[in-house]
């Protein structure tokens, strides 16, 4: 049994935004556990805020499973 929720091929065929379950599912965390690192900004991956609503950009999300850096750089 994998230990994300997600497997990386899954998260490749998501839409470009997804909200914050699915990207805590596929990064292998808890909703609550990503809400709070999204409140102190130590979230792993970028976040756009529409509406009150907290959308992960899938992008950032795939660089982050494949190990790169790019969430913290920007």
């Known amino acids: 049994?994998?230990?994300r929720g997600l497997t990386l091929a899954q998260v490749r065929k998501l839409p470009a935004a997804i909200?914050?379950?699915t990207a805590a599912s596929a990064l292998g965390?808890?909703?609550s556990g990503l809400y709070e690192a999204?409140?102190?900004g130590s979230s792993p991956v970028k976040t756009v805020t529409v509406n009150r609503r907290i959308i992960v950009l899938?992008?950032?999300l795939i660089d982050v499973?494949?190990?790169g850096d790019r969430a913290k750089a920007g």
């Open 38 to 40: 999204i409140r102190t």
């Open 29 to 31: 965390i808890s909703r």
């Open 1 to 3: 049994m994998p230990a």
């Open 65 to 67: 499973l494949e190990g």
């Open 58 to 60: 899938t992008a950032d």
């Open 19 to 21: 909200d914050v379950p």
